[in-house]
């Protein structure tokens, strides 16, 4: 995957204190990064880079829409996210990314590439489960809910009757217990 120029940061030209970036995300982001689950997306990240003298704090937060299919009735529809990320920037002999919040560039790194980062904060702020609103409400109408509700079962309550009416068998075996 090559890296993506708009996402990074030449950290070396700044000067001490805080910068701030913004970045509007949308479908052809994830398509560089392969992934296919959003039908589109409308996600507004915003940047805050405080560079100090020995290590970079990068504090991202992010909110916005993606478009994603409901898990009950596959019915598309945007769905609201947002969230936030934590990364320090600290320097060493080697690049090392193994911790989340812990990023160590090796002396002598001039620029920082934040495009993974934006990418895993908005892919982990979608829940598992997606439920389309109109269905928590009642409002969404769609040919799968329309179907469910005409194979519905509707006549439980005889079924429950008929277990309560009692076996003529078992009042005698009744009888057996109270006549001592």
Request: charged share 35%.
């Amino acid at each position: 995957m090559k890296k993506l120029n708009e996402y990074l940061i030449p950290f070396v030209g700044l000067k001490l204190g805080k910068h701030q970036f913004e970045y509007q995300i949308n479908k052809t982001f994830f398509d560089h990064f392969e992934y296919d689950e959003f039908e589109s997306a409308d996600v507004k990240v915003e940047l805050v880079l405080e560079k100090k003298s020995l290590m970079l704090e990068l504090h991202f937060k992010h909110k916005g829409t993606v478009n994603v299919p409901c898990d009950l009735t596959g019915e598309m529809f945007d769905l609201p996210i947002k969230g936030n990320l934590k990364v320090v920037v600290q320097f060493g002999d080697e690049f090392n990314n193994e911790n989340e919040e812990l990023l160590i560039l090796p002396h002598g790194e001039h620029q920082i590439d934040t495009s993974q980062y934006i990418y895993e904060m908005i892919v982990l702020s979608v829940p598992l489960r997606r439920v389309h609103p109109g269905v928590k409400d009642g409002t969404l109408k769609s040919d799968a809910l329309d179907k469910l509700n005409e194979l519905k079962v509707s006549e439980v309550k005889e079924e429950v009757e008929e277990e309560n009416e009692i076996d003529p068998r078992w009042d005698k075996l009744k009888q057996l217990l109270t006549d001592k």
